[in-house]
């Protein structure tokens, strides 16, 4: 029965060494300082030279030696093999009855692990060797310990060997054997010291002396021995192993064991002792010491096993069952739950309700807002209104929009022709947040997976290929509806928007304040003085009236200006066109002789949008049954006029035709008549005219009549840009218009953005999000359950078949071990 024992433990140590097993064997675990006998002790056990040596470390990786014991038969038989002592490795299927070929086969398969330059390597090396002479045992072999590396081995020798040792001597089903020399002091024994460190009371624990011979004379171990100086509870053990001399000089290990017993017995201090060491005495009492641990570990070890056999039952579990592939209602079930949850798992990681919610960083739909609200939120507050806008481009807009005419307003289509490329700017950020959200989404879909579903690579790479075409589709749609929301606020821009005509005009005066013009004091009269058909008593500069660039506005928003500019429209449609033209030159002479009269040394007032407002110049007159302004004209009318230059009278300085002249007038003559003060650039050609234009049919009659004055009148080039009047900087009225266009467009633009940044996500969740999580789950289902697809995508993957085998293998070896040993247990008892 105990020979069964150790036989089982080397059986069940074989079977999970091949598959990796987790269960650790009764075993004894030699562990000595380097060149402190380990070797020769072993090789005095078995009876044999086999393992290799030489000087400095040999031992390099954990050698698993197992003796058995082969009873030699009584009678011969023809079935008998020739050999009663042989060898064989784990890892090599062939016998060996020459020890001296296991020797080069340990060095060999040492070279290959851990290489030639004295590395060590913590993979064992398992050995059994069948012979009539040894007893049932199992010992491990472990590197020597030392203290310095030499030659080129590793700095870090030292902690390797020391963590390997420990790796062994840890485990509680292992007995050390701690390999002492008796030539050296004990209290420096490194054995004994880690020995300590796992078995601090010693039970598991069996001191071996070797080199008792070679002590100072007059010295002995006698006091070791007996376990006066270091107790252990399996005691000390002394031995004499051959020498190097007796080594080279093959001496016998029959020889070495019988002049070991002459000196036990001869030796005056060890006499009495001597049947308690040597290496027969050894070796007997090592496996008296491994049954008793076997039989002691047995609860343990079957308490292990049903551990063990719980676990690896469970991972099979997850690796599912291979038989249920072959039935196609099976696989169509099994296929059609995996793309529910995958679908499930998706649409729960979307809207946040998933499980497996990380707390160490955003995941699933926290993304998707933090795209809407973070990045494009301030990609749009990143963009400024008018920092791709300098002067010259607004004041060159300006000058385009009005055509061959000069403007006495400022017109809106050079608005119109400002804004709509800054909300343009705009277009990018919106298409980019529409990236952004879809690869999102597509991460969410490739997190999406599960134990089960890892174990058919192909189906799952399926169902994301599915869920990432649905997204592709969607993606199309989002960007052109979210690029038409741009296009929808470029194509009409609605500037009687409550909130861009309340801010553009507060914005503007808080901003760019005019200064108030001083009146000189009214002249002592108690005629009422008119002014463009208007009561002075209307322009008392006391009255409630705000001041935008320097125009005088009534409560409700409009101008002055704008008013008489809309009574004069409505005087002009009621009347004939000879009343009107006699109306307009009676207000025009009428208004101008009690101007004249009235403000006989006011100096010339600034210019501004509305051109000259004082002396030479007038407005039709209003008829006296005018409506008054209703709430839809605003301020902007002022500045726009209504649908464009409206018919009004224009200044002395252009004329009136047909009784009533057209308003154009650009605000560059002076008070007076038609006669001007000279001529004031509008425009700098910055390229030279074009050499093709330059010849004309009037080239050759330059100096017919002497005047060359006509001729000098060169060919336009290619390139003019719009220049401040007095060509280094802008006058007041320019200024004026620039920083109005820049509060317009930087008002509009806000209620854009404000606009766009409210609907682009909307869109997105609208057209992409829940459009995908409402339609995933029909889509897989059209595009992947199909019979014919079962057989393809339930696949496993080949290293998944692989471990799978393996740990159906090893359950099988949990469960034969549990019952042998269960056997084992009843023969016990």
Request: hydrophobic share 35%; glycine share 14%.
């Given at each position: 029965m105990d020979s069964d024992l150790i036989k089982l433990v080397n059986k069940l140590q074989d079977?999970?060494?091949?598959?990796?097993?987790?269960?650790?064997?009764?075993?004894?675990?030699?562990?000595?300082?380097?060149?402190?006998?380990?070797?020769?002790?072993?090789?005095?056990?078995?009876?044999?030279?086999?393992?290799?040596?030489g000087q400095g470390i040999v031992t390099r990786r954990p050698l698993v030696l197992q003796l058995i014991h082969t009873p030699i038969p009584t009678?011969?038989?023809?079935?008998?093999?020739?050999?009663?002592?042989?060898?064989?490795?784990?890892?090599?299927?062939?016998?060996?009855?020459?020890?001296?070929?296991?020797?080069?086969?340990?060095?060999?398969?040492?070279?290959?692990?851990?290489?030639?330059?004295?590395?060590?390597?913590k993979l064992p090396i398992s050995l059994r060797i069948f012979s009539p002479n040894v007893l049932d045992l199992t010992l491990v072999d472990l590197p020597g310990l030392t203290k310095i590396p030499v030659g080129d081995q590793p700095s870090d020798i030292e902690r390797q060997i020391r963590n390997l040792v420990i790796d062994y001597i840890s485990k509680p089903n292992s007995v050390i054997l701690s390999v002492s020399p008796a030539n050296v002091d004990l209290a420096n024994s490194e054995s004994l010291k880690l020995a300590r460190s796992v078995d601090p009371q010693g039970r598991r624990t069996i001191g071996v002396l070797t080199k008792l011979d070679l002590m100072d004379a007059g010295t002995n171990a006698f006091d070791i021995l007996s376990g006066r100086v270091y107790p252990l509870k399996l005691g000390f053990i002394g031995i004499v192993n051959r020498s190097q001399q007796d080594i080279n000089s093959e001496k016998s290990m029959d020889d070495a064991l019988r002049d070991e017993t002459e000196f036990f017995k001869n030796h005056s201090a060890y006499r009495n002792i001597a049947h308690k060491n040597g290496t027969k005495y050894l070796a007997k009492t090592l496996n008296q010491v491994l049954l008793a641990h076997i039989r002691d570990k047995l609860p343990d070890m079957k308490a292990r096993l049903n551990t063990l056999m719980g676990q690896a039952q469970q991972e099979l579990n997850s690796f599912g069952d291979a038989a249920v592939f072959g039935d196609k209602n099976q696989q169509g079930a099994l296929i059609l739950r995996?793309?529910?949850?995958?679908?499930?798992?998706?649409?729960?990681?979307?809207?946040?309700?998933?499980?497996?919610?990380?707390?160490?960083?955003?995941?699933?739909?926290?993304?998707?807002?933090?795209?809407?609200?973070?990045?494009?939120?301030?990609?749009?507050?990143?963009?400024?209104?008018?920092?791709?806008?300098?002067?010259?481009?607004?004041?060159?807009?300006?000058?385009?929009?009005?055509?061959?005419?000069?403007?006495?307003?400022?017109?809106?289509?050079?608005?119109?022709?400002?804004?709509?490329?800054?909300?343009?700017?705009?277009?990018?950020?919106s298409l980019r947040c529409v990236e952004l959200v879809y690869e999102e989404l597509v991460k969410i879909c490739h997190n999406c997976t599960s134990t089960e579903l890892q174990r058919f690579p192909r189906l799952h790479a399926q169902l994301i290929e599915v869920v990432s075409e649905l997204l592709r589709e969607r993606l199309g749609p989002t960007s052109d509806y979210t690029q038409s929301l741009i296009d929808i606020q470029s194509a009409y821009i609605n500037t009687n928007h409550p909130a861009f005509v309340s801010g553009s005009a507060l914005a503007h005066?808080?901003?760019?304040?005019?200064?108030?013009?001083?009146?000189?004091?009214?002249?002592?009269?108690?005629?009422?003085?008119?002014i463009n058909g208007v009561d002075d008593e209307d322009e008392d500069p006391s009255d409630d009236n705000a001041s935008v660039n320097g125009m005088s506005i009534h409560r409700d928003g409009r101008s002055v200006s704008n008013t008489i500019h809309d009574r004069s429209r409505a005087s002009t449609a009621s009347h004939a066109s000879s009343s009107t033209g006699t109306l307009n030159a009676t207000t025009m002479t009428g208004s101008s002789k009690r101007s004249s009269s009235r403000h006989p040394s006011q100096p010339?007032?600034?210019?501004?949008?509305?051109?000259?407002?004082?002396?030479?110049?007038?407005?039709?007159g209003v008829a006296p049954g005018s409506s008054p302004p209703s709430a839809r004209e605003t301020f902007l009318n002022y500045f726009f006029g209504q649908n464009g230059p409206?018919?009004?009278?224009?200044?002395?300085?252009?004329?009136?035709?047909?009784?009533?002249?057209?308003?154009?007038?650009?605000?560059?003559?002076?008070?007076?008549?038609?006669?001007?003060?000279?001529?004031?650039?509008?425009?700098?050609?910055?390229?030279?005219?074009?050499?093709?234009?330059?010849?004309?049919?009037?080239?050759?009659?330059?100096?017919?009549?002497?005047?060359?004055?006509?001729?000098?009148?060169?060919s336009l080039g290619r390139h003019i840009e719009a220049v401040p009047t007095d060509g280094s900087r802008m006058t007041m009225r320019e200024e004026m218009e620039t920083n109005l266009i820049r509060s317009l467009i930087t008002s509009y633009f806000g209620i854009v953005r404000q606009t766009i940044q409210d609907l682009v996500p909307k869109a997105i969740m609208h057209l992409l999000v829940n459009h995908t999580s409402q339609h995933v789950q029909n889509r897989l289902v059209a595009s992947l359950y199909s019979p014919e697809l079962f057989a393809e995508l339930l696949n496993e993957d080949e290293a998944l078949v692989a471990e799978r085998d393996r740990v159906k293998a090893l359950l099988d070896a949990y469960k034969e071990a549990f019952k042998t040993l269960s056997d084992v247990s009843v023969k016990g008892t």
């Open positions: 079977t999970f060494n091949n598959l990796g097993g987790e269960l650790d064997m009764p075993q004894l675990v030699v562990v000595g300082s380097q060149s402190a006998g380990k070797s020769s002790v072993l090789e005095t056990i078995v009876g044999k030279d086999f393992l290799p040596r009678e011969p038989s023809p079935n008998a093999l020739p050999y009663t002592e042989w060898a064989q490795f784990l890892h090599l299927d062939k016998r060996f009855t020459d020890f001296g070929e296991i020797r080069k086969e340990i060095e060999q398969e040492t070279f290959r692990v851990a290489g030639q330059n004295k590395g060590i390597s995996l793309m529910t949850q995958f679908a499930r798992d998706f649409v729960s990681s979307i809207e946040g309700t998933n499980v497996d919610i990380s707390t160490k960083e955003l995941s699933g739909g926290a993304r998707v807002y933090y795209i809407f609200n973070d990045v494009f939120g301030n990609a749009l507050m990143s963009i400024n209104a008018t920092q791709n806008l300098d002067n010259q481009d607004i004041r060159t807009a300006i000058r385009n929009s009005t055509g061959p005419r000069p403007s006495l307003f400022v017109p809106e289509i050079a608005f119109d022709l400002l804004v709509k490329p800054q909300i343009k700017l705009l277009e990018a950020p005066a808080q901003v760019n304040p005019p200064p108030r013009a001083q009146l000189p004091p009214r002249p002592a009269s108690t005629e009422p003085i008119h010339q007032r600034p210019r501004s949008a509305i051109g000259t407002t004082g002396a030479g110049a007038s407005l039709g409206g018919p009004v009278a224009g200044g002395i300085g252009h004329g009136s035709h047909g009784g009533h002249g057209h308003g154009h007038g650009h605000g560059h003559s002076g008070s007076g008549g038609g006669g001007g003060g000279g001529i004031i650039p509008v425009g700098r050609e910055t390229a030279g005219a074009d050499p093709v234009l330059t010849s004309g049919p009037m080239a050759a009659t330059r100096t017919m009549d002497g005047n060359s004055a006509a001729y000098d009148m060169k």
